[in-house]
């Protein structure tokens, strides 16, 4: 037998809660095995509950020991306790006081969730339902309270005791023990919840708000790191100086506490005013963290404060509403990295993510709306959709509304829900108003899964010099959802000329907001522009304007000519995607056949005009030189997809490229690193990612030269990017030198557990068919740890989403690995294994040999009687 599916929780069944908790009261005496919990929760009667309505609390594994209404002991028939429940048959009407004492085992926690220990630091992870791990209690969002939360704990184990909100009392008790309480005076919802106890490092600054308040800003870690927290600071103070300049928001707290951890299930979380970080996102020094590092870390911790106010001051009714926190989160973490590093840079990475990730999701069993109506294990839905498709409605919305509208929009929205938890009917709402706007249609962005398809076709008439450009749109069949409706797609555009200027067209009457933005807001729509003296090219999508697929015939000549003239930077860099995509999937095609296959002259001047245009960005430059990787060109494809054929395909690629402009990449990989010490800024960062861009062209495999330059930059580097960038090629290329490589790196970062996930990560992506032996000796080496999310991470699921002809082998061997994996982890870490699981999305679009392999890999996951609800809820859809 099967394990059950959860019961469906659905947005539409949706009703307030019959009870509201105004104060917690946590007293929290800590032991790795038995913490005792004691709360008090000062609950009372919502008027449309009828009085001696039962009480339903939510728990998660736990065992009360005590309970008591206004300080009497509850009989035992007024209450019935299970691990997963709490019912008071015959509440009070009236307000009271009910306490409850629950015994918990943090040692025993592997799931991550509720209060476990990390190297021996207790700490909490709550959102989205980890607070009923703790204590009984309305474990939803819409339930705001004011937390006072005391802990208590030997002062040799946890010199360091932190909660929510400012530090209230501190004091010494007997037997070396001592006590700490923190009062948050913010009323919040369980899932913002966070204590921390242990004996970390200490790294403080302070910040001035705008109105002249002192914050306390504290970083704590394990003792030993604080040298790599600098950068995680300076962040850290820049976000807060940029919300009050870009969105009037300044902090509220006299401290901000960020606290480092090493096991954690995603990125970081927003407790109020006590982040708790995957170390990852927080730690980095030049010896040890990539430029991308340094650029994530600055993006996460923007992102978790932006919480603050988008999340914590306001926050979701519901779990139906993540978008409206997280999307908007994004969005907003999003402009942070744009105004610190080069806006088009950002927003080609960005663009990158939403189709790698994003865009396969929407086209997938696992499709659901940006706020989804239906779920049956709400942990699964911390997606792409909800957060990066997300984030692009709300870039939509500034987009049709402008600055100003935009801003006045998110004012009032502050303004008016400051404390609540709410919906994006309320957000949507407070645009409307604000800017004047109808936004019932745009509202769909919300409901439809799917990815739009936009076709564009153009026609001009040299007769009557008009330039037509005919548009419709349409969303394919996503699972639950057969039609669709049309949606409100803001185009920005140009039609340049041939002296590659933007023509200055007169506007149709209605059809354009803001100059140049087109609206498409039917299935069909033609657009005639007037006085066209000859024919422009059309610059549809710039700065990827809306979350859709462009269909869009373009002559490779006018491709060639957007990839050198088009002011818009997106638009450039994907004018050189589209014409090597497409060379790529006609490359495919030969190389499945086993015919040959060579890149075509077009694409490699291209490439080469790009590398030597020095009035681009650096890492502008670095971006267009990449090519399209395998899960895109599969994507592109899209049916019966073959990944040894792409893969071939792909080499070839970059084969051809290098080897025709071999000196001007070896200038660029040799000649152009950043002068001086290193820095992590971004006009160095471009500079150090180019050169390894032609670096990957220069050296080719098979090229001994060309490796020995490669071994040349692996053990000189002074920085980790340089490092790892050699490293790869080494290990991917399977140079000569690639053992010595993977041992010379071992010994240098064996300490260094975020160093050693690279390690693992690189070996994991090595193309060819030695991966699956490769990862299964890796999971006995002495330095794997399964009960370590970012060790699973950096091994299987790197393979399982970064090494796609080993993971989709033709005889199946890397599905059963990943299949074996995910029934394994899943007895542990349910998140994480249905993490993994959700590698698996794409499966229907493999070969019919490997698809078949894919479903019984699939099935078998399926069979287990013990699987999470976590991992049924994926494998359920994956498989429908
Ligand atoms: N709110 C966190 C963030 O912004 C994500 C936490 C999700 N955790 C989870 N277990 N579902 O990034
Ligand atoms: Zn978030």
Known sequence: MRSETAPAIRLEDYQPPAYRIDTVHLNVDLDPSATRVTATLKLRRQPETPAGSPLLLDGDELTLTEIRINGNPLA??????DAQQLEVSAPPAEPFDLTLVTEINPDANTKLMGLYRSSGTYCTQCEAEGFRRITYFLDRPDVLSVYTTRLEAPKKDCPVLLANGNLAETGELDDGRHFAVWHDPHPKPAYLFALVAGNLAEVSDSFTTASGKGVALNIYVEHGKEDRC????????????????????????DVFNIVAVSDFNMGAMENKGLN??????????????TDQDYANIEAVIAH????????????????????LKEGLTVFRDQEFSSDMRSRAVKRIADVRLLKSHQFPEDAGPLAHPVRPKIYHEINNFYTATVYEKGAEVVRMLKTLLGDEGFRAGLDLYFDRHDGEATTIEAFLASFEEAAGADLSQFALWYEQAGTPIVTAETEYDPDRKTFTLSLSQEIPPVPGQKTSRAAVIPLRFGLIGPNGEDLDVAAPEGAIVAGDVLILDKAHQDVTFENVAAPPVLSLLRGFSAPVRLNQHLEPRDLAFLAAQDKDPFNRWQAVQTLAMRDLVRMTHLCSQDQPATCSKDVIDVFAAILEDAA???????????????????????KDVDPDAIHAARSIMRRDIGSEHKTAFQRFATGFAPEGPFSP???????????????????????AAGQDTVWQRFTSADNMTDRLAALTLLV?????????????????????????????MTQATTPGPKAVDIVIALMGHPLYDATNPNRVRALLQSFATGNPTQFARADGAGFELVAESVLEIDKRNPQVASRLLTSFRSWRALDPQRSALAESALLRVSACEELSRDSRDIVDRTLQ
């Open 681 to 703: 800024d971004a006009a160095s960062a471009g500079k150090r990612a180019l050169a390894n861009r032609a670096l990957s062209y220069f050296a080719l495999p098979g090229d």
């Open 76 to 81: 035992e028939t007024a209450f019935k306790a």
């Open 276 to 289: 708790i970080f995957n170390d990852k996102y927080v730690l980095a020094d030049p010896e040890t963290a």
């Open 732 to 760: 991917h290329d399977g140079a000569p030198q690639k053992d010595d490589a993977l041992e010379a790196y071992r010994d240098r970062y064996k300490d260094n557990s975020l160093a050693m996930d690279k390690w693992f």
């Open 616 to 638: 681009l960005d650096d890492a502008l430059r670095a971006l267009a030189l990449t090519l399209p990787s395998e899960a895109d060109i599969a994507q592109e494809i899209g």
């Open 230 to 253: 600098g950068w995680a600071m300076d962040s850290l103070k820049r976000s807060m100086r940029w919300d009050e300049e870009v969105f009037g928001r300044e902090y509220d707290l």
């Open 304 to 323: 978790e404060y932006f919480h603050n106010w988008t999340g914590n001051r306001i926050t979701c009714r519901d779990w139906f509403q993540l978008c």
